[in-house]
């Protein structure tokens, strides 16, 4: 049976050319476009789940109330560990670390910068980062040991045995190599190149030391380890209140993040995890199942478009005593080999495609051909898409009444209804792919478009490092003396990044409010080298003695309900600063929220970065002659700079990533809707041949019977469009609704999606419309 099932379809197959090829093709973009966008959904979702603990692995954040909301934070007070590890049964293992940060490693000749962490010894234990060398229980005990990845140790010591070795960080530290770990994986929320232990944080940092007491000072990351038999929720009930309990009026809710949700939920709204990667996995989940079922469509409608060359066929088969449920059979076995073909030439078309996704997606994906998981999900879509695509011709094929069609009474290829309704179905999900592609594009745009607050041209971004801060002053008046900068300022944060929200005060405060405030620490000059405006009163200046002065931003001023705030007091630290001057609202967080209350106070020691505004001109040797000015005062450290401009471009690099993967996989569905199309309207042409022979004789014009054959799929073009442009207008406000700053669904969105449908159904049917046009009718009436 299956030899002769293979035969007839191979058969059917070669007889049928152009509409095999089309059937075929158009399946297997569809099936290579799902296998890409199922790869990258796999590796997304694989993040953090290589670790052996991952499902009894958490993140401690905090919920506190701020600004008429709930602020989650990642940021602890670094006693909770012990108190957490010492109290909680619970709680099996726990590990601090920082924030992650660049240091100078230097081994004789060799200098390196690269990015380390510092951890707490029970890290490597907690979490699966293989060592090559080394012990996982105590690698990070040492407060004098660095473990390296494989890559940076080979990068420093090449061929020589680097266990042991002597390795000075940031020329101050010696730190002897008590590791050497497997580059850790792409799909990790951990990324470094090297790990120091904590403890050489604390006895290294004066701030970190005196932190280690301190319940108020939230400046680490803390991970958890619970036991086997734990529950989670009951844990976190537990120790909830943790903080709260050694600290006056403190309204922190300890919460615990599992490891397995870091990726997918990694965004906060009241205090719940409520998005993140997943609404990208989602999003191109959505535009894979459109794209295989446009792929099916094509299928059902050629099948059943053709059902009249096979109509005899089935007759005759009846006759001799075939069975429904047999030519069943026989049909969706020939859709299964077809889907199979399919399949086959998609997996040829992924491989061709995957070094250039792969550059787009900036991951290293691979069709896993050794996992069974992918064979079974691979025969599971298989037999899923064979099944749905030839369901509806195989029902509709069997159901033929041999007596009718065997008198010629039959015209199965006529009985257009159903194939309408597939053709409006696919244009359907073609608008709403084009709708979204639009709205997605604007939506990124608006974002990218936004006043600033400040000029991002021309302005750059140092890591404060080695002797930069040392030797600030006479740096920055060099600089300026050489016309290398027009403007320099330090500050705790880069000007496209807030580390730092403070709680604050003001006489006459709302007791109901919770004012959490950005923090920014700078010296001279930072609103001239941002290139913000004052709005009311003045900068900080060496006039004046400003320490316990402060600048607010106008989102502050309006959050406060302050109509004449020079002079007025904010409390920070248990300290009054009187208010100085106002700027505009400088954006530095999130392109698509509010500007955040924002405080600017005068402290000299609290910096993170160097920002200099650059003067017109030449860039290239600006920056040549301001790499040897840097020499000269940090001369051990390599000269590092980041753009401002490109800097708040990343910003957007996850969702343009997905908006341009969304772009291309709804070019390929609108393709493959196109390529079903110009095989249907083959089809028709070839159906109504002698009926345009005999319009021509009768005296129709080329032009009419262009019109004529193009009409019907004009009407399922608008009926899509009135069907679909409010349902996409709809749902893709409900999407927009997740960003306060956004654009509206202008009318004109859907009317274009509509008008670009239509554009693409006529220019794919016109062809074969004008080829039956201009076909000599004596040809096609001979035989009358």
């Not at 080298?529 to 600048?551: K, Q």
Request: aromatic content about 12%; overall charge neutral.
């Amino acid at each position: 049976m299956i030899r002769n099932l293979l035969t007839v379809t191979l058969r059917g197959l070669f007889k049928n050319g152009i509409y095999s090829f089309i059937n075929i093709f158009g399946l297997a973009i569809g099936l290579a476009c799902c296998t890409l966008i199922l790869l990258w959904v796999r590796d997304e979702v694989s993040f953090d789940r290589f670790h052996e603990k991952s499902p009894l692995l958490y993140r401690v954040y905090q919920n506190i109330p701020a600004n008429d909301g709930i602020a989650t934070g990642g940021a602890i007070p670094l006693p909770l560990g012990e108190y957490l590890k010492s109290n909680e049964a619970a709680v099996k293992r726990v590990a601090l670390t920082d924030w992650g940060s660049s240091h100078l490693l230097n081994y004789k000749e060799q200098r390196l910068l690269k990015d380390g962490l510092y951890a707490g010894e029970d890290f490597l234990t907690m979490f699966t980062f293989p060592l090559r060398h080394g012990n996982a229980a105590t690698a990070l005990k040492d407060p004098g040991g660095i473990v390296l990845t494989a890559s940076t140790a080979n990068a420093i010591f090449g061929d020589e045995e680097p266990m042991g070795k002597i390795i000075r960080v940031d020329d101050q530290m010696e730190m002897t190599v008590t590791g050497i770990i497997e580059d850790v994986p792409a799909a990790s929320t951990f990324q470094f190149d090297y790990i120091l232990p904590f403890s050489a944080y604390i006895t290294g940092q004066t701030w970190v030391k005196a932190a280690s007491e301190d319940w108020e000072t939230n400046a680490f990351q803390l991970y958890v380890e619970l036991q086997p038999d734990a529950a989670p929720d009951a844990v976190q009930q537990r120790i909830a209140n943790a903080v709260k309990a050694h600290v006056n009026e403190s309204q922190s809710q300890l919460i615990l993040h599992p490891a397995t949700a870091w990726r997918l939920y990694s965004m906060f709204e009241n205090g719940k995890a409520t998005g993140g990667s997943i609404e990208f996995v989602r999003s191109l989940s959505i535009v894979a199942a459109f794209i295989l079922v446009i792929a099916c469509i094509n299928f059902m409608n050629l099948a059943t478009a053709r059902s009249e060359r096979r109509a005899r066929e089935v007759g005759i088969r009846k006759t001799v005593g075939s069975r429904k449920g047999q030519l069943v059979v026989q049909f969706l076995g020939e859709s299964l080999c077809i889907t199979i073909l399919a399949f086959i030439l998609s997996l040829g078309l992924v491989e061709i495609s995957l070094p250039f996704y792969n550059d787009l997606v900036n991951k290293s994906l691979f069709i896993p051909y050794a996992e069974t998981q992918f064979w079974s999900a691979a025969m599971a879509v298989v037999l899923l898409t064979g099944l749905l695509a030839g369901s509806y011709p195989a029902f509709y094929l069997s159901s033929f009444r041999p007596a009718s069609v065997l008198k010629g009474r039959f015209s199965a290829g006529r009985t257009a209804t159903p194939r309408r309704i597939l053709v409006t179905l696919q244009f359907c999900f073609t608008i709403f792919q084009i709708v979204g592609t639009i709205v997605f594009f604007k939506q990124i745009q608006h974002g990218k478009t936004r006043d600033l607050g400040y000029d991002r041209q021309n302005l750059i971004m140092i890591e404060n490092n080695g002797d930069i801060n040392k030797n600030y002053t006479a740096l920055k008046n060099d600089l300026i003396q050489q016309g290398l900068a027009v403007a320099i300022t330090k500050s705790n944060s880069p000007v496209t990044s807030i580390y730092a929200f403070m709680d604050v005060s003001w006489p006459g405060k709302p007791e109901d409010q919770r004012p959490s405030f950005a923090t920014i620490a700078t010296e001279y000059d930072y609103t001239k080298t941002l290139g913000a405006s004052i709005m009311l009163g003045r900068d900080f200046s060496p006039l004046y003695n400003d320490s316990s002065s402060v600048l607010l931003n106008q989102a502050a001023v309006d959050y406060m309900g302050l109509y004449e705030p020079l002079g007025k007091t904010i409390i920070w630290d248990r300290r009054n600063y009187t208010i100085i001057g106002v700027t505009e609202n400088v954006l530095m967080g999130n392109p698509y929220k509010p500007v955040d209350p924002m405080m600017v106070v005068y402290d000299p020691t609290w910096v993170s970065d160097i920002m200099i505004r650059l003067p017109d001109g030449n860039l290239h040797e600006t920056l040549n002659r301001m790499e040897a000015t840097f020499k000269k005062y940090n001369p051990t450290y390599p000269f590092v700079y980041r753009f401002a401009d490109d800097q708040f471009n990343q910003k957007f690099t996850s969702i343009q990533l997905i908006g341009t993967l969304a772009n291309i996989f709804s070019a390929l569905a609108i393709t493959i809707s196109c390529l079903g199309l110009f095989g249907l309207a083959a089809f028709t042409a070839e159906q109504r041949t002698k009926e345009i022979g005999i319009r021509k004789v009768m005296g129709a014009t080329v032009t009419q019977v262009i019109l004529l054959l193009s009409r019907d799929f004009t009407k399922l073009v608008v009926i899509a469009f009135v069907v679909t442009a409010p349902a996409a207008w709809f749902l893709f406000n409900l999407w927009l609704n997740r960003f306060p700053y956004r654009i509206e669904i202008h009318w004109t969105i859907p009317a274009l999606a509509g008008f670009i449908a239509l554009t693409l159904a006529l220019a794919t049917v016109s062809y074969q419309a004008v080829r039956a046009a201009v076909a000599n009718p004596v040809d096609s009436l001979r035989n009358e």
